[in-house]
């Protein structure tokens, strides 16, 4: 889908955006100029005002981008409206970049649609020394409260209880398990965040998760990216007003979640991130150059149970699908898991390491599912030549991670669902370099130790208690990735049928 797919052609519509052409060419007169430096990195030539926009699938990004590196090499430009934006494609370059020279690399993009709302607040999308200050309360207290310790595997372990519980329900019948995975792996970050977990049929509860969902995929949809390429046009109506509307709920929720753990704060006796967090808030309320303050609380936790949530929930449901369209993969699997750990003891994670085949599905399953296709954008920190071009200071960078989770010089058979690539002949276990679902560098993902346990004890208690098949009225399944920032199954429903 191109920019003229996302408006409908009728006569107005064109007039419209004939006359909007005019007068952003008129205000801004950018033309298509290149970026003004010697030896930047080549890409197609732009268009006047939309840039490159015109070309690209806006439902596919990552999959146009990708077309767009064989053409152009591994280190590219295009241009989104007026921004320059430098593409880095496959494992080395990306590696490079994002490890080699994390510093040059690590700011995050400043993303009009993101800037709108958390203004350089939290920790995914934040800046500068607030960034770095979040960043590192977050990974300490994490750990204080639990992630990757026996603490936070046994809140998993009976979180899987609810789900099996929730699943035997459907008695076999297929029905759309987003919503509860959702839930379910959100309960994991709320028992670090807030100290509890919520029901299922918490209306409050499944309200912030269903807006949370909506933006997540809003962020990738088409009008989005053009109002992220033209903000000046965010009057226009569109899905950019949806996703506004959906933060402020959110945030008003997490407001009155935040009054009740600020009352009941006994600083003897912290339960939770927020309580540590509003405790180091007391502690520096004379500095008034804190970063301990309100915004910064409210979008660090709202971060942490956005990012607890999409991204171990989606790569879950594609597991799901994957063990019914390839039944002799999950066969294999459950064998596994019964010959280790039997029908009825819950799997823990000190049995990953009896558990090579399975191990290497859940790996294969975060490579093929490709959850976070354009990963999030980066920007220099300062001028820099990378690969023989030159990157000024402040330029937006997309390292595309689909472009090493599928990079034909690391995996045999890139294209296809394949556990074989982290098995060696032996059947033991193997690690690849190029396996980086959770980015790599100072923006990796602050939760990665968290999620790869949750993807483990979830998946695996899954696989021990049901058999996961195509639901009788699909004659064929099909494996196509819907529209957003991650890559969710296109076909949302699940038929598990209790063994």
């Known amino acids: 889908m191109s920019i003229l797919n996302v408006f409908s052609l009728d006569s107005a519509t064109l007039v419209l955006f004939a006359a909007l052409t005019i007068i952003l060419l008129v205000y801004f007169n950018t033309g298509s100029k290149s970026h003004g430096t010697l030896n930047f990195p080549p890409g197609p030539a732009p268009l006047p005002v939309i840039g490159n926009l015109h070309m690209l699938d806006l439902k596919n990004m990552s999959e146009s981008l990708m077309k767009l590196s064989e053409k152009y090499g ?26 080699k020279h994390a510093e040059e690399f690590g700011e995050r993009a400043q993303i009009p649609i993101i800037e709108a709302t958390i ?128 933060t402020e709920e959110n945030i008003a929720h997490l407001k009155t979640l935040f009054i009740n753990h600020h009352q009941n704060l006994d600083e003897n006796d912290l339960r939770s ?18 970063y301990f303050n309100e915004n910064n609380l409210m979008f660090t936790a709202s971060n942490l149970f956005a990012a607890g949530m999409e991204t171990t929930s989606t790569t879950i449901r594609w597991g799901m699908l994957l063990m019914m369209k390839y ?5 294999k699997v459950h064998e596994e898991i019964t010959r280790v750990i039997g029908s009825d003891r819950s799997p823990r994670t000190q049995d990953r390491k009896s558990l090579p085949y399975t191990d290497a599905v859940i790996h294969e399953i975060q490579r093929f599912g490709d959850v976070v296709p354009m990963n999030l954008p980066h920007e220099t920190t300062v001028d820099l030549t990378f690969k023989g071009f030159f990157i000024p200071k402040g330029t937006h ?20 669902f394949n556990p074989s690539h982290f098995l060696d002949a032996e059947g033991k276990f193997v690690r690849r370099e190029a396996f980086i679902p959770f980015s790599a560098g100072r923006r990796a993902c602050a939760g990665e130790i968290l999620a790869r346990m949750e993807l483990f004890l979830f998946f695996t208690a899954l696989v021990q208690k049901f058999k996961f098949q195509v639901p ?19 076909y949302p429903y699940v038929c598990a049928v209790r063994r």
């Open 119 to 246: 203004k350089g607040h939290g920790i995914i999308f934040g800046h500068g020394e607030s960034w770095k200050q979040m960043r590192r309360f977050t990974l300490t207290t994490l750990r204080e409260f639990g992630m990757g310790k026996k603490t936070i595997e046994d809140k998993i372990i009976e979180e899987t209880e609810f789900l099996i519980k929730m699943f035997d329900s459907y008695k076999g019948q297929s029905f759309n398990a987003t919503i509860k995975l959702n839930a379910a792996v959100a309960n994991i970050i709320c028992s670090i965040l807030f100290g509890d977990r919520f029901d299922y049929e918490d209306e409050r509860f499944v309200g912030i998760l269903k807006r949370l969902s909506e933006n997540i995929r809003l962020a990738g949809s088409p009008m989005v990216q053009l109002y992220n390429a033209f903000p000046s046009l965010g009057f226009l109506p569109g899905s950019h007003k949806t996703f506004f509307s959906n």
């Open 397 to 416: 960078v997309i390292p595309l991670l689909s472009s090493v989770l599928y990079d034909k010089t690391q995996w045999e058979k890139p294209n296809e």
């Open 74 to 99: 591994t280190v590219f430009s295009i241009k989104l409206g007026f921004r320059n934006v430098v593409v880095l494609t496959g494992y080395e370059t990306v590696n490079d970049a994002l490890v």
């Open 327 to 331: 039944p002799e993969i999950q066969k």
């Open 472 to 490: 009788p009225n699909v004659s064929e399944l099909g494996l196509e990735s819907g529209v957003g920032v991650t890559s969710f199954p296109k």
């Open 273 to 290: 991130f927020i309580d540590a967090f509003m405790l180091r808030q007391q502690q520096e309320s004379h500095n008034p150059n804190s």
